[in-house]
C-alpha cells in the first residue's frame, strides 16, 4: 500500500514538475504588457508597499528565484532578472511578496524563518538517525522516535511554506493588475505560472507526510 502511496505520489509530482517546466517555457516568450523587466517589476513592487531596503539582485541557477529574509535581497534567475517576459514579471512580484509579508511581520513567515535552522540542522543528520533507528529498532526504540521527530520538522516546514507561497503569490497577482504591468490578455498566464508553481509546495508537503507515515507505521509494525 505504501510503495503504490509512493509511486502514486511520484508521478504526481514528475508530472507537476513537467506542467511547471512547460508553463515557465511558454510564458518566457510572452512579452508583458508593460514591458518591464523582472528587476524592474521586483523594484517597483518594492517601492510602491513602501519597502526601500530590499536590494534586488540577480541569481545564478534556473528558477531558482528566491528572498533571503536576513539579507534582505530579492536574488531573481537571470532569466528573469533581465527577461520582459509574463513569466518574469510573475515570479519578481512573488518573491517581492515574501518581501511584503516580512514587512508586514506575516505570522506564517516568521514560524517558517524560525524553523529553518532547526531544519538545516535535522536533515543532516535525519537519514542516518532514521536507518540506525529501523536497524536498532528492537534494542533502542527510542532511536527511532528520535528520527521521526526530526523528519516530522520537515514536514511541518513544508505545510508552514504552504500558506506563505499562496499568500505570496496572492499579493503578486494583485499587484500585477493593480499596477497595471499586466493586462487583461497576460494577467491570466500570470496566475496560471503562479498557480503551477505552488502546485509543486503541495506535492512536496504530502510526500513528505506520507514518508513521516511510513516511518511512524515502521516504529508501530515493529514495536508490535
Not at 36 to 50: F, I, P, R, S, Y
Not at 110 to 125: D, E, G, M, Y
Amino acid at each position: 500500500m505504501y510503495w503504490i502511496l509512493f509511486i502514486g505520489i511520484a508521478l504526481i509530482s514528475y508530472l507537476v514538475q513537467a506542467n511547471l517546466k512547460n508553463k515557465f517555457e511558454k510564458y518566457s516568450k510572452i512579452t508583458v504588457a508593460s514591458g518591464m523587466t523582472g528587476a524592474e517589476v521586483a523594484q517597483k513592487m518594492l517601492h510602491d508597499n513602501g519597502i526601500y531596503d530590499v536590494q534586488v539582485q540577480p541569481h545564478k541557477g534556473w528558477l531558482s528565484d528566491h528572498y533571503d529574509p536576513t539579507s534582505k535581497t530579492v536574488n531573481l534567475s537571470h532569466d528573469v532578472f533581465y527577461g520582459n517576459s509574463v513569466a518574469s514579471a510573475a515570479v519578481a512580484a512573488h518573491e517581492c511578496g515574501h518581501a511584503v509579508q516580512h514587512a508586514s511581520a506575516y505570522s506564517p513567515l516568521k514560524l517558517r524563518t524560525a524553523l529553518v535552522p532547526i531544519v538545516q540542522f535535522s536533515s543532516n543528520i535525519v537519514t542516518w538517525v532514521l536507518l540506525v533507528g529501523i536497524f536498532l529498532i528492537n534494542v533502542f526504540p527510542t532511536l527511532l522516535l528520535i528520527g521521526i521527530g526530526l523528519f516530522a520538522m520537515s514536514t511541518l516546514f513544508s505545510f508552514v511554506t504552504l500558506p506563505v507561497e499562496i499568500d505570496a503569490s496572492r499579493r503578486a497577482v494583485k499587484w500585477l493588475q493593480d499596477a497595471g504591468i499586466t493586462n487583461y490578455a497576460d494577467h491570466p498566464k500570470a496566475i496560471s505560472a503562479l498557480k503551477s508553481a505552488a502546485y509543486t509546495y503541495v506535492v512536496a508537503a504530502l510526500s513528505s507526510l506520507a514518508t513521516l507515515i511510513y516511518y511512524v507505521s515502521i516504529y508501530m509494525s515493529r514495536r508490535n
